[in-house]
Nanobody, 121 residues
Framework: QVQLVESGGGLVQAGGSLRLSCAVS????????MGWYRQAPGKQRDEIAG???????TYADSVKGRFFISGNNDLNTIYLQMNNLKPEDTAVYYC???????????????WGQGIQVTVSS
């Protein structure tokens, strides 16, 4: 049973930094892509950063230059370094992964349980 487990959220003042982690647990063949999404109250869940097995990264305009996604070579663990946090970054952050369970299988999508990040002004 594959699970994505997030850690590192919490409360921080505006201008501060936090680092989120996401670890893939359980048996899998490979992890193709990983990403971070966030959902503020009353809003839809949006992708804010992504990373591929080749190491290429993408960012939403709202976090570009402030947030940085990284991961180990297998993408079994990824991180989101969040700098210069703003009150509008307050949301539940979710880890997302495209995981191949065995050779020849199609990738399946998995979500973490979500972790709260609150930025006070």
């Amino acid at each position: 049973q594959v699970q994505l487990v997030e850690s590192g959220g919490g409360l921080v003042q505006a201008g501060g930094s936090l680092r989120l982690s996401c670890a893939v647990s359980g048996s899998s063949f490979s992890v193709n892509n990983m990403g971070w999404y966030r959902q503020a109250p009353g809003k839809q869940r949006d992708e804010i950063a992504g990373i591929s097995r080749s190491g290429s990264t993408t960012y939403a305009d709202s976090v570009k230059g402030r947030f940085f996604i990284s991961g180990n070579n297998d993408l079994n663990t990824i991180y989101l370094q969040m700098n210069n946090l703003k009150p509008e970054d307050t949301a539940v952050y979710y880890c997302n992964g495209k995981v191949v369970l065995y050779m020849g299988a199609r990738a399946r999508e998995y979500w973490g349980q979500g972790i709260q990040v609150t930025v006070s002004s």
